[in-house]
């Protein structure tokens, strides 16, 4: 059996900064777990920060190569569809069917059907997350100049609203064919209640 100075000795002279980089690393968790429940404030920090790196471009002059836009429009694009595709279920259904069995779909498919909460593919939390650690890291890269590559930057801005338009109508045509909304709208209904017939 090893003993208490045996592990310390194993760790070498790195085992006090093993130890300082878990410590720092449980307290951003728990940071993170605190500030969970806070959704809006979340996000208005996030629109904070985004409107930082926004005027360090505009007051430099630089950095225009933002991959940081079109990795947000991605994270968006996750954040929009059901974790489960429909179409693809369409065929996993129709397969089952031919072979003799009953097909079960992940969204509801009319007023009858039990209900099934939509769940996404990036769910909010990690997209707050992913959202905020790309920004203060794109604001990080502002401030060094082997970053500021030069490019004709209207280029990009035209490329990143075709790229926005063409998704955004690729997936608001998956809502309409498979019958989903992404979002809570409306009043909240409770099942089982006193109001429930």
């Given amino acids: 059996m090893m003993s208490a100075s045996d592990s310390e000795a194993s760790g070498g002279p790195l085992q006090p900064l093993m130890v300082q980089y878990a410590?720092?690393?449980?307290?951003?968790?728990?940071?993170?777990?605190?500030?969970?429940?806070?959704?809006?404030?979340?996000?208005?920090?996030?629109?904070?920060?985004?409107?930082?790196?926004?005027?360090?471009?505009?007051?430099?002059?630089?950095?225009?190569?933002?991959?940081?836009?079109?990795?947000?429009?991605?994270?968006?694009?996750?954040?929009?569809?059901?974790?489960?595709?429909?179409?693809?279920?369409?065929?996993?259904?129709?397969?089952?069917?031919?072979?003799?069995?009953?097909?079960?779909?992940?969204?509801?498919?009319?007023?009858?059907?039990?209900?099934r909460p939509f769940v996404r593919r990036l769910p909010e939390w990690q997209f707050w997350l992913s959202a905020t650690r790309a920004t203060v890291i794109a604001l990080f890269c502002t401030f060094f100049e082997a970053f500021d590559v030069p490019v004709y930057w209207p280029i990009l801005v035209v490329y990143f609203f075709v790229l926005f338009a063409l998704t955004m109508r690729r997936q608001i045509q998956h809502m309409i064919k498979y019958k989903y909304v992404p979002f809570d709208m409306g009043r909240k209904v409770r099942y089982g209640g006193a109001g429930h017939r």
Wanted: proline letters at 5%.
């Fill in 23 to 115: 410590q720092a690393q449980r307290q951003y968790q728990q940071w993170l777990d605190k500030v969970t429940p806070f959704v809006l404030q979340r996000w208005l920090s996030t629109a904070g920060v985004l409107a930082l790196f926004m005027l360090r471009i505009v007051f430099a002059q630089g950095w225009y190569i933002d991959a940081h836009a079109i990795y947000l429009l991605n994270l968006f694009l996750a954040f929009l569809q059901p974790r489960f595709d429909p179409s693809l279920q369409d065929d996993l259904m129709a397969d089952e069917i031919e072979e003799g069995g009953e097909a079960t779909s992940p969204l509801p498919s009319n007023r009858d059907d039990e209900f």
